[in-house]
């Protein structure tokens, strides 16, 4: 008997899983047996809208895929699961920019900070050629002054032996506007890492899928 095209799960058996609609995959990716799929493409679109694309459902919420799918505990667990491992292949086949040629770098190479929930300090240590030696963890939490200090950065950019840096960080509400007390951190670091001969390039603010350049804005 031939395969019915016209149903969800035909279609994708047909056509594959990179042919077929976001609705489609919705439908399928949040049902739980054959059935349901071929009987939920209403479901598949509800939750489709409220995506951008297809790397924006890393940012579905519990409560989306109960209210909309149906979906409990562990099954909903699951359901993010396997898109977060999905996003993180892709990423992963991409690779991390190797040099740093402007704050969009920045971005692809924290992208990861788009959806955060805290705040996390980044600093992106440089050589001669603006090659990524390694991008250092350096605070996680609200910044302050006090907080985020000179000390810890430089540190880890004498032990890296790094010819320069970029330092960055998220803001969890996806504004990535600079706060007065950002613009005070980044002043404080430009003025030690002239001292150090370690120059601070740049402050990259993540907001969800955008970025702020203190430098580009003439903050610095």
Request: aromatic share 4%.
């Amino acid at each position: 008997m031939p395969e019915d095209r016209d149903t969800v799960v035909g279609r994708i058996k047909h056509l594959g899983v990179h042919s077929v609609s976001l609705v489609d995959l919705c439908a399928v990716a949040f049902s739980r047996r054959e059935q349901d799929a071929n009987a939920s493409q209403e479901m598949g679109r509800r939750v489709s809208v409220r995506l951008d694309n297809v790397a924006g459902a890393s940012e579905l919420a519990l409560d989306l895929l109960r209210d909309e799918c149906g979906l409990e505990g562990f099954e909903s667990l699951r359901c993010l699961a396997l898109i977060e491992i999905g996003r993180k292949s892709a990423l992963a086949r991409k690779g991390d920019p190797d040099e740093i040629q402007g704050p969009s770098d920045v971005l692809y190479l924290l992208d990861h900070l788009s959806n955060e929930k805290k705040e996390y300090f980044y600093a992106i240590l440089l050589n001669s050629a603006n090659v990524v030696l390694r991008k250092a963890l350096v605070h996680i939490g609200t910044l302050t002054m006090s907080i985020v200090g000179p000390r810890e950065i430089f540190r880890e950019a004498i032990r890296e032996g790094a010819s320069s840096m970029i330092v960055a960080h998220n803001h969890p509400s996806g504004d990535p506007t600079p706060s007065p007390e950002d613009i005070e951190i980044t002043r404080h670091l430009v003025k030690v890492g002239e001292l150090l001969d370690i120059p601070v390039l740049d402050h990259v603010i993540i907001g969800h899928g955008t970025y702020r350049s203190l430098s580009e804005m003439g903050l610095m």
